[in-house]
Antibody, heavy 122, light 111 residues
Framework: QITLKESGPTLVRPTQTLTLTCTFS??????????VGWIRQPPGKALEWLAN???????RYSPSLKSRLTITKDTSKNQVVLRMTDMDPVDTATYYC??????????????WGQGTPVTVSS | QSVLTQPPSVSGAPGQRVTISCTGS?????????VQWYQQLPGAAPKLLIY???NRPSGVPDRFSGSQSGTSASLAITGLQPEDEADYYC???????????FGGGTTLTVL
């Protein structure tokens, strides 16, 4: 079965770079139509999509955060890494990674990790 | 601000039917991009409920159904149960490239 798990620091200082790793099993990031996305959720707020990386190495970023984000994959390790620079307290959130499926008229997230909380504070 | 608008809250009594709307525009739902629905129970990760407007993943009860028309989509829940109390999010693709894939979420309260 498909599982994903996020890992990374729970506390980050302002201006630092956040590095999160998504380790997955049950699928391959070389399979057509498959990707991994990152979504975050500030406390008490809505989901916000951050980035996606696809089987063909296509990378997509939220335009409002694009300058701060880098998503990469290591297919041999079954891992996807998200880096977010210049962290700010408003970036405090639970960060999720999710298995993504690219369909004809959309893409969606059918398996999610448990999420990892990140607090940005000095 | 989301490009997909949902009511902040809806409520219903056990056994009743409730619907949650997701209003988009010609750059997302109205452009023919499919809609998904996610359920997020308190303290848990989101779970895919409906994909491609009307399809249920394996294991999702048929009490949950989705529909789409024009620039809007809806999630209907029949035979409401206490365990349905959760936040619900719609999601689609937007060609205006705002990156705002998700609606603002709707909190369902079972009275």
């Amino acid at each position: 079965q498909i599982t994903l798990k996020e890992s990374g620091p729970t506390l980050v200082r302002p201006t630092q770079t956040l590095t999160l790793t998504c380790t997955f099993s049950g699928f391959s990031l070389t399979t057509g139509g498959v990707g991994v996305g990152w979504i975050r959720q500030p406390p008490g707020k809505a989901l916000e999509w951050l980035a996606n990386i696809w089987w063909d190495s296509d990378r997509r970023y939220s335009p409002s955060l694009k300058s701060r984000l880098t998503i990469t994959k290591d297919t041999s390790k079954n891992q996807v890494v998200l880096r977010m620079t210049d962290m700010d307290p408003v970036d405090t959130a639970t960060y999720y990674c999710a298995h993504s499926v690219k369909a004809a008229r959309t893409y969606y997230f059918d398996y999610w990790g448990q999420g990892t909380p990140v607090t940005v504070s000095s | 601000q989301s490009v997909l608008t949902q009511p902040p809250s809806v409520s219903g009594a056990p056994g009743q039917r409730v619907t949650i709307s997701c209003t988009g525009s010609r750059s997302n739902i109205g452009a023919g991009y499919d809609v998904q629905w996610y359920q997020q129970l308190p303290g848990a990760a989101p779970k895919l409920l409906i994909y491609a407007n009307t399809n249920r993943p394996s294991g999702v009860p048929d009490r949950f159904s989705g529909s789409q028309s024009g620039t809007s989509a809806s999630l209907a829940i029949t035979g409401l149960q206490p365990e349905d109390e959760a936040d619900y999010y719609c999601q689609s693709y937007d060609s205006s490239l705002t990156g705002k894939l998700f609606g603002g979420g709707t909190t369902l309260t079972v009275l």
